[in-house]
């Protein structure tokens, strides 16, 4: 099962969030972020995994967030 956020609608103190999330993949779609919804995704993440969401997934950012990449050794 598959739970699709969109980042715009979600602001601390995260009440638009089902308090179990055990399971769930969520998709957090940035398409219509910009750079201060961007920097606030760390602590969104966090939530998100605190209620047991089993993934999270990001998509539809235009560029490569820092902390997402893998380095090539």
Do not use: F, W
């Not at 055990?22 to 969104?44: I, N, P, Q, R």
């Amino acid at each position: 099962m598959k739970l699709r956020v969109n980042q715009l609608s979600i602001a601390p103190p995260y009440v638009e969030l089902p308090g179990d999330l055990t399971g769930y993949a969520v998709t957090l779609d940035l398409s219509h972020s910009d750079a201060a919804h961007e920097a606030t995704l760390g602590a969104l993440i966090s939530e998100i995994r605190s209620r047991g969401a089993s993934r999270v997934v990001i998509t539809g950012s235009p560029r490569e967030l820092q902390g997402t990449h893998s380095s090539a050794a």
